[in-house]
Structures are given as structure tokens and as C-alpha cells.
């Protein structure tokens, strides 16, 4: 299958008062043509920073990329100026903001904002780029386009706000759209509703998604595949079904335990123990150990290397690690 994105041992920190944080250490992964990749995590994992880094929106400084590479097509994002990225930004990679709010400007009319992109980007006169934008409020569901292209943000629902930044996004028919936490401030039958509409998007337009989110009921109805995060790394990745049915990383069982159940009368939820290590000095070895109820002398010392359970399943877990079993075995 195709690859439209690759990241590589990506590291970024942010230089604060108190020290250096390090909030991205050592992140791979890829994006095939057309598929939904989530990356799931607890808050202050580092989800948001890696997708912002792809679109080059973390401030530098106090930002920084400290190593590794972002390729789309050829090209190490890391290494564009600053007008080489505005051209990719918007048309090639785009991106749906957490709040709808505060994505878009109150000043201006939804028309204006959507043909904005359209003008700089698409190189279509005012008239053609406001059929188009006509099209894609069409698209994701908003009625009387033609009339809503002439209202402002507060004039809508929190939902139907949300669906404007979708077309916002897909407007230039980008070939990779990262979502942040695309459905946390709506309930769940307009979350029902955007999610079904990803679903369509896609198949319509063949987009590749990377979504990032804390919900792994989200998660379960849209992802192709799954990247675990925890403390600025990936631990976990594999198909929808390996991460569910087959979770190898004591962490990523944790979150499904965290998950409530409809299937089972009466289930205690299981809460992971303790906190998240302190990123301004992160642990030498497995960032989970602390919170492991499996944790091994080895865990506190050494990073594991990746094991391969499969062409697409591979955990950072000691518990998995080929000479880690034949240690124990010999006790």
C-alpha cells in the first residue's frame, strides 16, 4: 500500500522557565493512501504536539526539532522554509482543530473563510471558488449553503460549527487530514453524526486521516489502524482488531480496563495507578514502569527494543522481548 506520510525518530521540546520538556522522543510512524490511523493516549502524551509538528504550528521557539524527519512525497517537512510550507499547509496536509470556536474567526463571514484557502491555494476566481465552497458545505451536510455562506460562527450550532471546519479543511482536497480531538465537545449524537461523515468523506475522496483522540470508542468505529502513546512515545501499534482483541503493552491494556462495557452487567472499571512521568527529566528506561504492574528490574534501566508480532502488530515491552522470556525461563 502506498505511504503519503512517514515520520522517522521524531523529537521535539519546548525551552520553559523550568527546564527543557520533552515532549516528542523518538516517534515513527506511517500513513497509507486512503486508511484512518489513530493515535490514542492520555492527555499530555504528546498526540497534539506530533500532529502540530507535522504541519510545522509548534512556535519556534520555545519549540524546537531535535531530531528525526517528517517525509511527504520526498520532502523532509522539518527542513522547508517557511513559504515552501504555506503552499503544502491548507492544499497537500490540512487540519481540524479541537474547538470549532476558537478555529474560526468571528470577524468574518463562513464564505470568507472558506474561499480564503480556495483563492491562495486552488487559483480560482471569486465566483468559481464560491461555487466550490458552496459544494463542500453540501458535502458535510450543511443545508441552504447558499445562504449559510453569508452568516458568521455564532450564528451555529456546536455541531454544525464542526462541519464547517471539516469543509474548511477538505476544501483544497488535501491528500492527508490530521484531526485533533475532532468530536470532544460535542455530545454523542452529533459525534455519531461527524464520525459517520469521516466515513464518507473518505470513501468520496480517498483522504488519508491521522486522527488523535483520548476516546477509544471513537477509536473502535473509524480507525484502520492504532498507535498507542504514552510519555512522548509510541508503545503499541497494530490493526484495530490486534490493539482491541490482542493488546500486548501493559498500558494499552490499561486503557481498554479504563473503557466502560455495555456487554457486561456490573463491570468495575479498572483505573491505571500513579501519574505519568515528569517529561522535564523522562526515565531512561520504560516511561510505564512506575505504573506497570509487571515492571521488571530491567524496565527502570533500558528501553526495550521494538518486538514484531506480526507484519503490522510491534510493542516496546520487555514482557515481549525475545531475551527478556529466555531470562525468566531460566528462573
Not at 502513546?229 to 481498554?256: D, S
Not at 455495555?262 to 512506575?290: K, Q, R
Request: net charge neutral; charged share 25%; proline share 6%.
Amino acid at each position: 500500500m502506498e505511504k503519503v506520510l512517514e515520520v522517522k525518530d521524531l523529537h521535539v521540546s519546548f525551552k520553559t522557565y523550568g527546564g527543557e520538556v520533552k515532549a516528542v522522543r523518538g516517534v515513527t510512524f506511517d500513513l497509507h493512501k486512503g486508511e484512518t490511523l489513530a493515535i490514542v493516549g492520555e492527555s499530555g502524551c504528546g498526540k497534539s504536539v506530533t500532529s502540530q509538528s507535522i504541519m510545522r504550528l509548534i512556535p519556534e521557539p520555545p519549540g524546537k526539532f531535535d531530531g528525526g524527519s517528517i517525509l511527504y512525497k520526498g520532502k523532509d517537512l522539518t527542513k522547508l522554509k517557511d513559504p515552501e510550507m504555506r503552499k503544502i499547509r491548507g492544499s497537500a496536509i490540512s487540519m481540524i482543530f479541537q474547538d470549532p470556536m476558537t478555529a474560526l474567526n468571528p470577524t468574518l463571514t463562513i464564505g470568507d473563510q472558506l474561499t480564503e484557502g480556495i483563492l491562495q491555494h486552488m487559483k480560482l476566481t471569486k465566483e468559481q471558488a464560491k461555487k466550490v465552497a458552496v459544494d463542500m458545505l453540501s458535502l458535510v451536510g450543511i443545508s441552504s449553503p447558499h445562504v449559510r455562506l453569508k452568516q458568521y460562527p455564532h450564528q451555529f450550532s456546536g455541531g454544525m460549527r464542526q462541519r464547517i471546519v471539516i469543509a474548511m479543511a477538505l476544501v483544497c482536497q488535501p491528500e492527508v487530514l490530521l484531526a485533533d480531538e475532532p468530536t470532544t465537545a460535542l455530545d454523542v449524537t452529533i459525534q455519531a453524526q461527524i464520525l459517520e461523515l469521516f466515513r464518507d468523506i473518505q470513501k468520496k475522496t480517498g483522504v488519508s486521516i491521522i486522527l488523535i483522540t483520548h476516546d477509544l470508542g471513537v477509536v473502535a468505529q473509524v480507525a484502520d489502524r492504532i498507535a498507542v502513546m504514552y510519555a512522548g512515545k509510541i508503545v503499541e501499534t497494530g490493526t484495530r482488531r490486534e490493539i482491541f482483541y490482542n493488546p500486548q503493552h501493559p498500558y494499552t491494556k490499561g486503557l481498554l480496563n479504563s473503557v466502560p462495557r455495555l456487554d457486561i452487567e456490573e463491570e468495575e472499571l479498572i483505573p491505571i495507578g500513579g501519574t505519568p512521568p515528569d517529561l522535564f527529566s523522562p526515565p531512561v528506561g520504560c516511561p510505564f514502569t512506575a505504573r506497570c504492574p509487571y515492571a521488571m528490574a530491567v524496565c527502570d534501566r533500558v528501553y526495550p527494543d521494538q518486538t514484531c508480532l506480526s507484519d503490522s502488530h510491534g510493542v516496546d515491552c520487555w514482557l515481549q522481548d525475545v531475551r527478556a522470556k529466555k531470562l525468566l525461563a531460566t528462573k
